[in-house]
């Protein structure tokens, strides 16, 4: 498909009347080599608001290093030089006025900003393997998209003229039901932990010993688990997403679909929205997990809420999170409208806290990641030197994990959520990474068995593909 280039002209817009889920929209596109849903399974005011699905991208871009691939229709280039500013300039010609009353992303770039992009934006040691190989960002610029308003129940077509007709067009000539495809297929599959409980458990005395000596004073540090099936065909990743989604709902449930790479996510944590000037963050630091008995399941959020090791850890990436806003925010105008604030999610309580801010008129939405990029949350503080130490404690590069993912709407306005609780699928294998953070008090064991804590909604969903 083609796009139609726009100037500050308002999208197109056409509610529909659907009938199919967000889920069922992006089975409807299964046969697409490029799609993507972005969904709210977990649906509030504040968060759950929209889902998107959207297919068959007019370009794509994808980057290892400082080497670029770009595609544009039938016409393929590779380029060397900054992934961010090819994006940005890919992006420019293209802008909607934002539609009021109607959701935010009319049509835009979606993809993934993986954490190994840091290094284009800090001067950071090269010591870990990088066997998995992942690009470090893949986007795929849409001209139009399937918008699902879950507060309002209503669905709509938005984006360029061409756009909205390609859409319903691909509805229209859909054959493939959601029933077919996640028929009960028996998948078996493998767990292997790649770093063994000691060799994490190590690592987290050894970055106790970096905080003693006052190099840092937090660092999140992770460890990643492959999994391997016995089988694999096409329907495999949407039996997983289907599954992921219901054992563990989230805000920022996502499908990215590049060709053979496939991101399946259920997030909990917003890395940055930006709507107008209006910036948010909303990090994530402390974690129980769910009780088995009612009263068991009080304990550990009031065990979570009034836990000092927990509140400063939060308030550390608090402080990380007002100083890298406040790079390109308006002065006085950053703030934390809400601190401590403890959510429940299906298998784990997480605390949460809330910084805003007002993008300053002389910077863009770029100007903002570079600023940000990768989220405190995934790192420490202070920032550059816990992602040294990672860098050294870690065998493995993250690849994908503990990114951003979401979508830059041609409006201006973002969406990225911080890319946890994430399963990359390439080649019928798969991987996911889990981490927590570490401070002076930490108990190294009790370290580990909270990213055991956190990987468990993916585990649970992999032991439903046994039917």
């Given at each position: 498909m083609n796009t139609v280039s726009s100037l500050d002209v308002q999208a197109a817009v056409e509610e529909i009347k659907c009938g199919l889920s967000p889920f069922e929209v992006l089975t409807a596109f299964k046969d697409e080599p490029c799609s993507f849903?972005?969904?709210?399974?977990?649906?509030?005011?504040?968060?759950?608001?929209?889902?998107?699905?959207?297919?068959?991208?007019?370009a794509t871009l994808s980057s290892k290093g400082k080497s670029i691939n770009v595609t544009q229709g039938s016409l393929t280039r590779m380029i060397e030089g900054d992934p961010l500013a090819e994006l940005e300039r890919m992006i420019q010609p293209h802008h909607f006025l934002p539609v009021p009353n109607c959701p935010p992303l009319p049509s835009g770039a979606v993809g993934y900003f993986g954490y190994d992009l840091n290094r284009l934006l800090e001067r950071l040691p090269d010591r870990s393997s990088d066997d998995l190989m992942f690009p470090d960002c893949s986007f795929m610029l849409v001209d139009g998209v399937v918008a699902f308003?879950?507060?309002?129940?209503?669905?709509?077509?938005?984006?360029?003229?061409?756009?909205?007709?390609?859409?319903?067009?691909?509805?229209?000539?859909?054959?493939?039901?959601?029933?077919?495809?996640?028929?009960?297929?028996?998948?078996?599959?493998?767990?292997?932990?790649?770093?063994?409980?000691?060799?994490?458990?190590?690592?987290?005395?050894?970055?106790?010993?970096?905080?003693?000596?006052?190099?840092?004073?937090?660092?999140?540090?992770?460890?990643?688990?492959?999994?391997?099936?016995?089988?694999?065909?096409?329907?495999?990743?949407?039996?997983?997403?289907?599954?992921?989604?219901?054992?563990?709902?989230?805000?920022?449930?996502?499908?990215?679909?590049?060709?053979?790479l496939i991101a399946i996510s259920s997030s909990p944590e917003?890395?940055?929205?930006?709507?107008?000037?209006?910036?948010?963050?909303?990090?994530?630091?402390?974690?129980?997990?769910?009780?088995?008995?009612?009263?068991?399941?009080?304990?550990?959020?009031m065990e979570l809420t009034y836990s000092v090791k927990d509140r400063a850890e939060n308030l550390m990436i608090v402080d990380l999170s007002r100083n890298d806003l406040g790079r390109v925010s308006q002065y006085g105008s950053v703030a934390v409208p809400e601190l401590f604030k403890v959510e429940k999610y299906a298998t784990v309580y997480q605390m949460v806290s809330i910084i805003v801010g007002e993008?300053?008129?002389?910077?863009?939405?770029?100007?903002?990641?570079?600023?940000?990029?990768?989220?405190?949350?995934?790192?420490?503080?202070?920032?550059?030197?816990?992602?040294?130490?990672?860098?050294?404690?870690?065998?493995?590069?993250?690849g994908i994990y503990s990114g951003a993912l979401g979508y830059l709407s041609f409006t201006g306005d973002m969406d990225l959520s911080v890319t946890i609780r994430t399963l990359i699928l390439k080649g019928g294998t798969g991987s996911f990474q889990v981490g927590g953070a570490v401070v002076a008090d930490s108990n190294p064991e009790d370290e580990y068995h909270e990213t055991l804590t956190k990987a468990e909604g993916i585990v649970r969903a992999l032991g439903h593909l046994e039917g």
């Open positions: 849903l972005l969904e709210s399974s977990l649906i509030t005011q504040d968060l759950g608001r929209y889902s998107f699905v959207g297919t068959s991208p007019f308003d879950h507060i309002s129940d209503k669905v709509y077509l938005l984006g360029s003229e061409e756009g909205v007709e390609w859409l319903r067009k691909l509805l229209k000539a859909t054959k493939t039901l959601p029933g077919e495809i996640l028929k009960p297929k028996g998948y078996r599959f493998r767990l292997q932990e790649k770093v063994s409980k000691k060799t994490y458990i190590d690592s987290v005395r050894r970055a106790k010993e970096y905080i003693y000596a006052g190099d840092i004073y937090e660092v999140n540090l992770s460890h990643r688990f492959d999994v391997s099936f016995t089988r694999s065909d096409d329907d495999l990743p949407y039996h997983i997403y289907s599954a992921l989604r219901g054992e563990s709902p989230s805000p920022f449930s996502a499908f990215l679909k590049f060709g053979d917003r890395f940055l929205k930006l709507s107008g000037r209006r910036v948010e963050t909303r990090p994530i630091k402390g974690t129980r997990p769910r009780g088995k008995t009612k009263e068991e399941d009080e304990r550990l959020k993008l300053k008129e002389a910077n863009t939405l770029f100007d903002l990641l570079r600023a940000t990029f990768p989220p405190g949350s995934m790192t420490g503080a202070p920032k550059v030197r816990a992602m040294e130490i990672i860098e050294e404690l870690e065998p493995y590069k993250r």
